[in-house]
C-alpha cells in the first residue's frame, strides 16, 4: 500500500498546516534518517487528527504535543522510568539503541504507536503499546501501511476500538 492508496480512503486536507520544513535539520536532531513514507504523509496531511483518535507526531508542529521530537522524548522518558524506577520490563529496546521503539503517533485512549527502527529507515515497523498497559503489538509493515490496514480493516490493532475507523474516517486539520 502507497499513499496514494491511503489518500483515497482518507482524503486529505486541501490545505495542510505544518506540512513543510527541514527534513535534513529533523534528522540531524533526531540522529537518523526518517522513512519516505511519512515524510510523504507528513507533507501530505501534515498537522491533524485521523478520526478524531490518532495523531501521527509531526515533526514541524509549534504544538509540543504533536511535535516529533519533543513528544517521541517524552513517550520514551515514561517507558525508561518504568523500566527503572518500577522494574517494568519492555520488550523491545527504546531508541536510540539498534531496534528501538521511536514514537510516531498517538491515540486519543493513550496508545502509542512506535517504529521499530529496524536498520534502515525503509525496514521499520510498526510496535503498539496499548495504553496503561505492558501489552505490544507488532506488525510488519511501514507507516502508511499501517494506516491504511487499520482504515480499511484489513489490520486489526487490538488496542483500538474497532469503531473508531468504521464509519468513512476524516483527516481533521489540528
Known amino acids: ?100 521503539l521511536l514514537p510516531v503517533a498517538i491515540t486519543d485512549n493513550g496508545d502509542v504507536v512506535h517504529w521499530r527502527t529496524n536498520g534502515e529507515a525503509v525496514d521499520w515497523t510498526m510496535v503498539v503499546n496499548e495504553s496503561r498497559s505492558p501489552d505490544y503489538q507488532e506488525f510488519q509493515c511501514n507507516l502508511t501501511e499501517f494506516l491504511a490496514g487499520n482504515l480499511d480493516g484489513t489490520i486489526a490493532c487490538d488496542a483500538f476500538p474497532r469503531s473508531v475507523f468504521s464509519n468513512s474516517p476524516i483527516f481533521h486539520v489540528a
Open 1 to 100: 500500500m502507497t499513499l496514494s492508496y491511503l489518500t483515497k480512503i482518507l482524503p486529505p486536507p486541501i490545505q495542510p498546516v505544518e506540512a513543510c520544513g527541514s527534513w535534513s535539520n529533523i534528522e540531524e536532531a533526531l540522529g537518523a534518517l526518517l522513512p519516505a513514507d511519512f515524510k510523504e504523509f507528513i507533507e501530505t496531511y501534515g498537522s491533524g487528527t485521523i478520526a478524531q483518535f490518532m495523531s501521527v507526531l509531526n515533526p514541524f508542529s509549534d504544538r509540543p504535543g504533536l511535535n516529533l521530537l519533543e513528544q517521541s522524548q517524552r513517550q520514551l522518558d515514561a517507558l525508561r522510568v518504568l523500566q527503572d524506577e518500577f522494574g517494568e520490563q519492555n520488550p523491545f529496546p527504546l531508541y536510540p539503541a539498534p531496534r528501538g
